[in-house]
């Protein structure tokens, strides 16, 4: 299993990466999943991963929500 970076989570939908608000663009699915570990509490979950683009640059990254609804983001 490939380890994913923990970047952060929110529950409310804004959350910068390299200061770029995610939820200000349209995710595109990266094709893959991905399992994650939270290491808030230890669970682990099967996420997508998504990038966005903006300029003409892309920013990869894997996202989904926990059971409580919170946001959580990992480098891809």
């Known amino acids: 299993m ?15 990466i390299k200061g770029i608000d995610l939820f200000r663009y ?9 399992t994650v570990i939270n290491p808030e509490n230890g669970k682990m979950y099967s996420f997508s991963s998504y990038y966005i683009e903006y ?9 989904g929500k926990d059971e409580y609804g919170n946001w959580l983001f990992f480098e891809n």
């Open 26 to 34: 349209r995710w595109y699915s990266g094709g893959e999943c991905a």
């Open 55 to 63: 300029g003409k640059k892309k920013l990869g990254f894997i996202a």
């Open 2 to 16: 490939k380890f994913h970076n923990f970047i952060g989570s929110t529950k409310d939908e804004v959350f910068c």
